[in-house]
């Protein structure tokens, strides 16, 4: 067997399909199945179980995507540390974001990290903090910010960040002056655009407002913060975000934001999390891209408390 059988085995057990899997790594599918069909070849046994809807590792499979997970991270590590004994850190680090943080840390994160690690790859993927954690358990990813991340068996989590949520409407239907605090009766009221669970920002607001006795008035349930503040300018509804994605919108003066204010708090507020895998130690470099995650979100998120 060899690192690249190894490689693509353990992606198509992980992502349960050889067409999901040739996609990630870049290759054709036919020559993904077949490196894969001569690694049961070679051990004599089938690994995986093929069917219509994917592919999903057999009792041999499963042991040997065990040992492969680590042969493959002890390989990282080994050109990880080779790379140390140049001066320099090296490897790929694949990140996940939630879309709002994406749009106020992506463009100063790639920036630190050329600068900082110039021999390592950034990947960025935006996602839902519940897929989030799947990838990172999987090894699909190696870092993570999560909202509302809750203790779980086989991740690391750590306080990140405190983001404000805040009532965004189009300017053109609130009058000229400084807006007094939405309360959470009166956003109950409001026509909101707002995603679908299970989003972790609809999830948190769902749960402030029921806490609250009020029920949200949903009137569209849009995945993507840019069609959502796309629909609040020209006047479909308001929307709860965090300041930042109004903030690097193409036309934050489209918007009017207002403070909600809540039982006990002057403020609607969510927490972020870093998140990492506690089954596969970090490499040096993977350790250094989630301080310059750290060092933006401090620069350009509210501190943690």
Do not use: W
């Not at 809807?53 to 042991?63: D, F, I, K, N, S």
């Not at 190696?142 to 965004?168: F, H, K, S, T, W």
């Not at 207002?258 to 708090?265: F, N, P, S, V």
């Amino acid at each position: 067997m060899d690192l690249k059988q190894l490689e693509y085995f353990v992606r198509v057990a992980e992502l349960g399909s050889f067409t999901r899997a040739a996609t990630a790594i870049g290759v054709a599918q036919p020559a993904l199945s077949r490196q894969v069909r001569l690694l049961e070849v070679e051990l004599r046994q089938p690994l995986l179980t093929r069917n219509g809807r994917g592919a999903a590792p057999t009792e041999a499979g499963t042991l040997l995507l065990e040992h492969a997970r680590g042969i493959l991270h002890q390989v990282e590590r080994t050109r990880d540390e080779l790379a140390r004994m140049r001066g320099s850190l090296a490897g790929r680090v694949a990140l996940g974001l939630p879309p709002s943080v994406a749009r106020a840390l992506a463009v100063p994160l790639t920036k630190a990290f050329r600068a900082e690690l110039p021999e390592a790859r950034l990947a960025i993927t935006e996602g839902l903090s519940t897929s989030m954690q799947e990838a990172l358990l999987s090894g699909r990813l190696d870092i993570a910010v999560l909202y509302n991340a809750q203790a779980r068996a086989g991740l690391d989590i750590a306080p990140l960040a405190v983001e404000e949520l805040l009532l965004v409407q189009a300017a053109s239907s609130q009058p000229p002056g400084v807006a007094k605090p939405a309360t959470l009766r009166e956003i109950s009221a409001l026509p909101l655009i707002i995603p679908s669970h299970p989003n972790a920002i609809r999830m948190h607001v769902d749960a402030v407002l029921a806490a609250a006795g009020c029920t949200p008035r949903v009137e569209l349930e849009i995945d993507g913060v840019p069609a959502i503040l796309d629909l609040v300018a020209g006047g479909a509804g308001c929307a709860i975000l965090s300041r930042n994605a109004v903030a690097s919108a193409p036309r934050p003066e489209a918007f009017s934001v207002r403070r909600i204010e809540t039982r006990g708090a002057p403020a609607l507020r969510i927490e972020l999390f870093t998140a990492v895998s506690a089954l596969r130690p970090a490499t040096r470099t993977q350790q250094a891209a989630l301080a310059l995650v750290q060092a933006s979100a401090l620069e350009r998120l509210d501190a943690p408390h």
